[in-house]
């Protein structure tokens, strides 16, 4: 089974904001380390620009959700979406990197960077 097929179904159980990332926890045991800029897609779809405290209490907010999708826009974006229209969006674009990653994704014996 392919890392993206696995995503499929988990619950973010737990979303961690380290230094210079932000870590989302799946259960059963996944990770997804986001090292650029992540927007969220709440519930009723709309989309703004927001300050750090709303933008953590949106993505804290996704806690306990069930993904339904996940797709890689090809230099644009790392899109989850979850049961019920809301998500999360990591951006890949070049000029947003600070680092030679933008993601990493660890689960089940597989390991991609993007």
Do not use: W
């Not at 097929?5 to 259960?27: K, M, N, P, T, W």
């Not at 899109?79 to 229209?85: A, E, H, L, V």
């Not at 674009?93 to 600070?98: A, G, I, M, S, T």
């Amino acid at each position: 089974m392919k890392l993206l097929e696995q995503l499929s179904g988990r619950c973010l159980h737990a979303v961690r904001f380290i230094l210079d990332y932000v870590q989302f926890q799946f259960d059963p045991p996944l990770t997804i380390n986001a090292f650029t800029r992540i927007s969220v897609r709440p519930n009723d779809g709309t989309r703004r620009g927001y300050d750090d405290n709303e933008l953590r209490n949106l993505i804290c907010a996704q806690i306990s959700k069930i993904v339904e999708l996940v797709v890689i826009r090809d230099s644009k974006s790392f899109d989850i979406t979850f049961y019920g229209g809301s998500g999360i969006s990591i951006s890949l674009r070049p000029e947003d990197h600070v680092g030679p990653e933008a993601v990493a994704v660890n689960g089940d014996g597989y390991f991609i960077v993007i």
